[in-house]
């Protein structure tokens, strides 16, 4: 066993006799500094389940500084032994690692226990995207309904998400219209729509434009978009 005297050393000591906050409390912190910092309503319904579900469950009346390593590997076999899949336990560690992660930054906790665990552990295999290319897409847009054929042109062309496009107004499409063959322009991305139930409204705070439906900024997204079909009738692929 490494003397304390040489983890102090390190700054990866913590002294039992002053335990400081529970996970609780500093979990909660966390969740609010992510909610301010913008994130979708469907990612912090996600941060929620999680938290509420396993983290607190387990952790929550347990002084932060003092969980360890070994206790978040048993933690993870109990969700084995569970039947939760590779990915949920994955998902969890996720949100466990940046909690964690933070109350570190504070100073809260000398380590950040998940930064020892095996790495392999967090790997989840995914698999490759699909991509298809300029004429599969104008076949894709002449086989389907009619009209769902632009949206299929619009969403390749341009590679917004689904929330993205579904909270645009006319007003966010702004088109060269000095240009006879109208493919210059931009999409202006302020807006992004997520399907979020009554309860989990409520909980967070959201408004919401109809029940199940909550509006808000996008997540991590460049405000001005120009599409390569827009810029120069370039192919998507």
């Not at 039992?16 to 979990?27: K, L, M, R, Y």
């Not at 139930?197 to 509006?215: E, F, I, K, M």
């Not at 001005?224 to 810029?231: D, F, G, N, S």
Request: charged content about 25%; some cysteine.
């Amino acid at each position: 066993m490494e003397s304390r005297r040489a983890r102090a050393g390190r700054g990866t000591y913590n002294d039992p006799n002053e335990t400081g906050p529970t996970f609780a409390v500093v979990a909660e912190e966390w969740f609010a500094d992510r909610a301010a910092r913008g994130r979708t309503p469907k990612t912090l319904t996600g941060y929620r389940s999680i938290l509420d579900t396993h983290l607190l469950p387990r952790f929550g009346d347990v002084p932060i500084r003092v969980i360890t390593v070994g206790q978040i590997e048993a933690f993870e076999r109990t969700l084995i032994e569970a039947g939760k899949a590779r990915g949920t336990r994955n998902n969890i560690l996720r949100v466990l690692g940046p909690l964690l992660g933070r109350a570190k930054r504070l100073g809260i906790v000398a380590a950040n226990p998940i930064a020892d665990l095996d790495r392999e552990r967090q790997t989840v295999e995914r698999p490759k995207p699909t991509t298809i290319n300029s004429t599969q897409v104008e076949l894709l847009a002449s086989v389907i309904d009619p009209h769902y054929a632009p949206l299929v042109v619009f969403t390749a062309y341009t590679g917004l998400r689904a929330g993205e496009i579904a909270a645009l107004r006319w007003g966010d499409l702004e088109f060269d219209w000095d240009d006879p063959s109208c493919q210059g322009g931009w999409v202006r991305v302020e807006r992004s729509a997520s399907e979020i139930s009554v309860n989990d409204a409520s909980r967070l705070g959201l408004a919401t434009v109809r029940p199940g439906l909550h509006v808000g900024p996008p997540n991590d997204r460049t405000p001005l978009v120009e599409p390569p079909a827009m810029r120069a009738g370039a192919p998507v692929g």
